[in-house]
């Protein structure tokens, strides 16, 4: 069957560390995949994507790899803040030729709290 | 609009009745998406538009979800009898052809359904 898994729940880091989020899936071949940040009460809000032929993509402190041989992406946030804190949704793009439309299929999300 | 925009953010439903729920998308994006989101879950897929064509409606849990974007912009979700299982946030998303970011949407902040 096909799965997303974000690799926890929740994950508890100090300011100014590194925070590492673990994105792991199973049976799906994606063109996409693309990280979402999401605060409570509030929508997904996009933050990166990288397509299956980027192994890494950068925008300030963020950082995505993807590794299609292990059907895994990983997700930093460098000097992590509190600011940082919120849920973080990983989404694999899956492009549906017979509709002619695309979806985002997500994870469960990973709770990250950034401790002062 | 600054952003994509739902209404209502909130409504508490009796099983039975039914509901309408609406987004107002990004001016001129083409593509519009509705998510379901339980309680501790990422989004799940419900239905995309392209223009005012519903070209996915793979998602829709039961012939009870209905959606319609007649004139390409506005978009309703509509739920007849609703049943407790339909608790949910419902998210909206749209989206645009971009060259750099082809799959980034733009979510709105949803509307939380309780069935009472």
């Known amino acids: 069957s096909q799965k997303i898994e974000q690799n926890s729940e929740a994950l508890n880091i100090q300011e100014g560390k590194t925070a590492t989020l673990t994105c792991n899936y199973t049976n799906y071949s994606p063109a996409y995949l693309q990280w979402y940040r999401q605060d409570p009460g509030r929508g997904p809000v996009f933050l990166l994507l990288i397509r299956e032929n980027e192994k890494e993509k950068r925008r300030e402190r963020l950082k995505v790899t993807f590794d299609t041989t292990l059907k895994q992406s990983l997700f930093h946030i460098t000097a992590s803040q509190p600011a940082d804190s919120a849920t973080y949704l990983c989404?694999?793009?899956?492009?549906?030729?017979?509709?002619?439309?695309?979806?985002?299929?997500f994870g469960k999300g990973t709770k990250l709290s950034v401790i002062p | 609009g600054a952003g994509v925009s739902q209404s209502p953010r909130y409504k508490v439903a009796k099983r039975g009745q039914d509901v309408a729920l609406r987004c107002d998308p990004i001016?001129?994006?083409?593509?519009l998406f509705w998510y379901q989101q339980a309680l501790g879950q990422g989004p799940e897929f419900l239905t995309y538009f392209q223009n005012e064509a519903q070209l996915d409606k793979s998602g829709l849990p039961s012939d009870r979800f209905f959606a319609e974007r007649p004139e390409g912009s506005v978009s309703t979700l509509k739920i007849q009898r609703t049943q407790q299982e339909d608790s949910a946030v419902y998210l909206c998303?749209?989206?645009?052809?971009?060259?750099?970011?082809?799959?980034?949407?733009?979510f709105g902040p949803g509307t939380r359904l309780t069935v009472t």
């Open positions: 989404a694999l793009a899956l492009t549906r030729s017979g509709a002619g439309s695309y979806q985002l299929t």
């Open positions: 001016s001129g994006h083409v593509s």
């Open positions: 998303a749209s989206s645009q052809w971009d060259r750099a970011n082809p799959y980034e949407q733009y």
